[in-house]
């Protein structure tokens, strides 16, 4: 903001990409309230005003992946509890409790003051809800509501949960709900119901919040489109829960490409079913790749530059997946602080002359010649089942070999395989309906769902 020129020059180097949107406000929230009730959004809006200018639309992030320093040093509450009871201290992201009622406060108050700022702007064409959701609270209030959480789940019936965990084993069974507390570090863990529905509470609560971000925006523009962005196959939240919430499903993907363990063919691939599943949430409309490094990242044990010709194969793998967009973090490199060294199409260099930025370029030119193929969808005629909290039973389970269940990797090479053949294949999960389908992979289904025994029962009857 201090350098109005380096905003034009952007601008300018936006237009010679052929980029014809960007997300703004992601960690935005202590410029946006530097101190409590001070509110600063003119500098946003003239930004949107000159990108729209320019033909170039808006993605509007809600703040609340990261907040400022004063929220915590007047509600220390808002901070999450860890593993082992401790309250964490100010910093890095999402380390805020989703259950505090004076965070949820404070985000309904910035989020309200963006609305009021920005919701009107004609070059607004989405929202953006925080940022890559993730991690757990173990504070008293997480550890009430996952009390309650439990209750409701099983009906206020102590002796319905103790009969589906199995906690006689070890002398474990509850009297009441508010005995049961969360799998802390040096406290109850060897119970395998509650580990899992400890995950469940986790993508439930975090549901919740992010659903109470949506609810407000929808009030305000309920013709604007939501979403937020995934992360792979995360393991922390069941993203299929979040999902339905969602008006469009957006990830970021970061391979780990140029390895000397694997063939580029394999890295892609595995790419590819990653795609896939984010697709197959939503069949009826294209995913959105929200992030990626058009260059390098500088978070990969060794972060090397995406050779020539990559990054274009790269994005047109997404695209033929099924996404309508190619997007990239970040645009510039920063001057500093974690992510100084991740990749950004104009480099600290600061011009249009490098490689990546005419790699870049190329490819928004190429796309621009491809809108006949906006909004096309995939039907896939095979369908492999990949459950989140099937995943979190299989690892938790004390059976198998303890180091090598590898049930992603093994999901995985199966899909690998399908398309060796020419296969395309939707990932979903195991409870969905399958008369679309004509093949159905199952590997390691260890946990059967509500619904999945029917699901698969109907789809063996129809032969």
């Known amino acids: 903001l201090d350098r109005p020129d380096i ?51 808006t993605i509007l992030a809600t703040p609340s992946g990261a907040r400022p320093a004063w929220l915590d040093m007047k509600y220390p509450e808002a901070m999450r509890v860890d593993s082992r009871g401790m309250r964490a201290h100010h910093g890095v992201r999402h380390n805020h409790c989703m259950s505090s009622p004076i ?23 989405m929202w953006h ?4 959701f993730g991690g757990e609270c173990y504070c008293p209030l997480c550890v009430k509501r996952f009390q ?3 209750a409701d789940k099983f009906d206020n019936d102590i002796e319905k949960l103790n009969s589906a965990w199995w906690t006689t084993f070890w002398s474990h069974r509850y009297n009441s709900f508010d005995q049961i507390e969360p799998p802390f570090e ?10 899992l529905e400890w995950k469940r509470f986790t993508t439930w609560n975090t ?18 489109p939501v979403t937020t962005n995934f992360m792979q196959t995360y393991e922390g939240l069941d993203y299929r829960v979040m999902a339905r919430e969602l008006d469009v499903i957006s990830w970021d993907s970061y391979p780990f490409l140029h390895n000397d363990y694997e063939s580029l063919a394999d890295t892609m691939t595995e790419n590819s079913f990653e795609h896939a599943i984010m697709r197959s949430m939503k069949k009826n409309s294209p995913f959105m790749l929200m992030e990626s490094a058009p260059g390098l990242v500088n978070w990969h044990p060794y972060n090397k530059l995406k050779r020539p010709g990559i990054h274009k194969l790269f994005s047109y793998n997404a695209i033929a997946c099924g996404s309508d967009t190619v997007q990239y973090f970040q645009w510039r490199k920063g001057r500093g602080s974690f992510e100084q060294y991740h990749g ?24 621009a010649g491809l809108s006949e193929i906006t909004g096309t969808l995939i039907r896939s005629k095979v369908a492999l089942l990949f459950d989140w909290d099937n995943m979190w039973a299989i690892d ?47 590997p390691m289904l260890y946990m059967l769902r509500d619904g999945a025994a029917e699901s698969l029962a109907a789809f063996v009857k129809r032969g």
């Open 148 to 150: 309650s959480y439990l």
């Open 396 to 442: 938790d389970v004390k059976a198998l070999g303890q180091e090598s269940k590898k049930y992603p990797e093994t999901c995985m090479s199966v899909y690998k395989e399908l398309t060796k053949l020419g296969v395309d294949v939707d990932v979903i999960a195991s409870d969905e309906p399958l008369d679309d389908y004509d093949a159905v992979v199952a």
């Open 7 to 57: 905003l034009e020059e952007d601008i300018r180097l936006m237009k010679k990409a052929g980029m014809n949107c960007a997300t703004l406000g992601v960690f935005s929230w202590s410029v946006y309230e530097p101190r409590e009730g001070e509110f600063h959004f003119k500098w946003l809006t003239d930004i949107m005003d000159k990108l729209y200018a320019n033909g170039i639309y």
């Open 186 to 195: 040096g406290g109850e863990y060897s119970i395998m119901g509650l580990n």
């Open 103 to 125: 965070f949820r406060e404070k985000v309904r108050t910035i989020d309200t003051e963006l609305i009021k700022a920005a919701s009107a702007h004609p070059g607004l064409i």
């Open 207 to 224: 549901t919740d919040f992010m659903k109470s971000e949506i609810a407000l925006l929808k009030t305000a523009t309920p013709q604007i």
């Open 129 to 132: 809800i925080s940022n890559e």
């Open 344 to 367: 950004a199409v104009v480099d600290h260099l600061g011009t249009n002359d490098t490689r990546i930025f005419k790699e870049v370029a190329a490819l928004g030119s190429e796309l």
